[in-house]
């Protein structure tokens, strides 16, 4: 529901309150429209595709700077807008932290999104399954056998905010346990550790935490799920 997000994200995050719907929504229907031309990325729009937007981003920011002032806040203050009964928190294990340890995985493609939202708004699709069953580093593998298309990325964490803040709802399943959303574009300087947004019943919760099975081998698991985000600026 294309007003029920754009509501929402101004709402909850600083999306430009000028920003139309026909606008929103008609930039997301030509990226789907232009994706579907392609035919080895079409079928994204067979599985799970949120709609997002992003508002502009601060020039130069620390990205775990902006995850904890910033995003965190956003994506709580919307879960809870929606289910004021239910928790939504931040858990980072052990003595992990956030600010100065994040950089941008070089596989991921995310740096031309996040110099895209320097410049504006930006709006796009998520897709929250597209690589799911794949650990981190699979995942950013994956990144070199998809077609160089300039506006599809590696999820991280801004795209993935966005589409919970404009669509609470989208982790919340009575009937079964959703996939655990990895934030895979971005690496911390911990190795050992990875993020992501999951469920915990009903609840949201955004970890820092371990992927490591033992000492020396990372875990997958079929819960895991590596996102793609396809995007564009807006006016």
């Known amino acids: 529901n294309f007003q029920e997000i754009l509501t929402n994200s101004k709402k909850f995050s600083s999306v430009d309150p000028g920003i139309k719907l026909e606008s929103f929504e008609s930039t997301c229907i030509d990226l789907k429209d232009n994706i579907e031309n392609e035919p080895l990325l079409k079928n994204l729009f ?6 997002f937007i992003c508002p502009k981003r601060e020039p130069e920011i620390d990205l775990g700077i902006e995850l904890e002032k910033t995003t965190l806040p956003s994506v709580a203050a919307s879960f809870k807008g929606a289910f004021p009964k239910l928790h939504c928190k931040a858990t980072l294990q052990g003595s992990s932290k956030l600010e100065g340890e994040l950089s941008i995985d070089n596989k991921s493609r ?5 110099d895209a939202q320097q410049k504006g708004a930006v709006v796009g699709w998520y897709f929250p399954q597209a690589l799911q069953e794949y650990d981190i580093d699979s995942q950013r593998a994956q990144m070199e056998t998809l077609p160089p298309h300039e506006n599809l990325v590696l999820s991280g964490a801004v795209d993935t905010a966005a589409a919970l803040i404009g669509s609470p709802d989208l982790l919340v ?12 574009a971005l690496e911390h ?14 609840h949201l ?17 079929e ?7 396809l995007y564009a600026s807006i006016d």
């Open 173 to 184: 399943n009575i009937d079964d346990y959703p996939p655990v959303l990895c934030l895979s």
């Open 110 to 114: 995310y740096g031309s999104f996040l």
């Open 205 to 221: 919760e955004f970890w820092c935490m371990s992927q490591m099975l033992t000492p020396e081998i990372t875990q997958v698991s």
């Open 223 to 229: 819960q895991w799920s590596g996102g793609l985000s």
């Open 46 to 51: 067979t599985g799970v595709h949120v709609p």
């Open 189 to 202: 300087t911990d190795k050992k550790l990875m993020l992501c947004f999951k469920a915990y019943g009903q």
